[in-house]
């Protein structure tokens, strides 16, 4: 299976491709990937692979059509990870958002449709259904997005639906939890976090610190999206979890920890506009494809911690 990875230089995008290549998710024999590199992708988390035969890259955006279908011709199947993810940064300015998330995603179903693809998936996120207080949601549950971000989303996943109903197109969608692992920008919590008490900053915790999230290493992540492609049926929505539970306190703890430091490096700040409380997916569908997670996060998490320890000094 020839596939294009669209934001295949971004944190998830370059795990999926480097365990593509490593033959450990399925059959996928080619991979291309098309990444306009902006400040939260990196040509670098590629450079494994730059003299892989089976692998190629094109620098360009997904809203350009003229590149996608460039990029397009000859595969597949086509992943699409390429996305503003920052809530914070929505909040500011959701443009950006607006345009990748939403029209971004519009011009590579056009894109498949006009080439015939074989199968598309859209990586999407928990963020689109909200906060639970209890329980978890199946993908069956309506979308009440809180955040510019979780809303660009939310409108891209309803567009993907429409181009299976109006197109019949062989479209998938997966919403994964809280994703940690290694290269992840640092404007995400764990490394975020990690940097600045390295640089001898406290860490800000919104309100009391227990919005609660699931946490999932990036690796089981790449495994369900790999099923989900493989196995999934089309037009079905499938969430994705790690089966770990923490607030953001706890996260914040538990790298306090590993660094040797004290609680009094934290600092409890004014809450973010329209934070979302807790989330939580029920992922027993794509367990019935056959995923479960299998990176333990006890030892993941101390890991993550070192990676980006480790590489302190390149960040500063």
């Known amino acids: 299976m020839r596939v294009l990875v669209t934001g295949g230089a971004g944190f998830i995008g370059s795990n ?9 998710l399925g059959d996928i024999s ?4 098309l990444d306009k590199l902006t400040y939260a992708g990196n040509i670098e988390h590629l450079s494994f692979a730059m003299d892989n035969p089976k692998f190629s890259f094109i620098e360009g955006d997904i809203c350009d059509s003229k590149i996608v279908l460039e990029s397009m011709a000859g595969v597949d199947a086509v992943l699409n990870f390429a996305a503003e993810s920052h809530v914070d940064r929505s909040i500011k300015d959701s443009s950006a ?3 990748s998330n939403i029209l971004g995603v519009q011009v590579l179903l056009d894109a498949c449709v006009n080439l015939k693809v074989k199968r598309f998936l859209q990586v999407s996120t ?4 909200g906060s639970i207080e209890f ?11 809180n955040s510019p971000y979780a809303a660009s989303k939310a409108a891209a996943d309803l567009i993907v639906r429409s181009y299976v109903n109006t197109h019949n197109l062989d479209a998938v969608i997966t919403r994964c939890s809280n994703n940690y692992g290694p290269q992840q920008y640092p404007e995400k919590l764990i490394p975020r976090f990690v940097f600045a008490l390295l640089s001898g ?12 999230r699931d946490w999932l290493h990036v690796e089981d992540h790449c495994q369900g999206i790999s099923i989900v492609l493989m196995k999934g049926l089309k ?8 089966g770990r539970e923490l607030t953001n306190l706890e996260i914040t703890k538990i790298i306090l920890t590993s660094l ?13 506009l329209g934070h979302d409380r807790r989330y939580s997916v029920n992922w027993k569908k794509v367990e019935g494809l056959g995923y479960s997670p299998k990176m333990a996060f006890d030892t993941e998490i101390l890991r993550t911690i070192d990676w980006y320890r480790n590489r302190f000094q390149t960040y500063i």
């Open 235 to 242: 037009g079905e929505i499938y969430n994705i979890g790690g």
């Open 201 to 212: 900053e406290k860490v800000p915790i919104y309100g009391d610190g227990l919005n609660s």
């Open 260 to 272: 040797n430091l004290p609680k009094s490096r934290i600092e409890y700040v004014t809450d973010r």
């Open 126 to 129: 928990d963020e689109v259904y």
């Open 135 to 145: 329980g978890s949601w199946t993908e069956s549950e309506p979308l009440l997005p």
């Open 16 to 24: 999926f491709v480097r365990m593509a290549l490593s033959g450990n």
């Open 30 to 33: 080619e991979v291309v990937v």
């Open 97 to 99: 958002f607006i345009k």
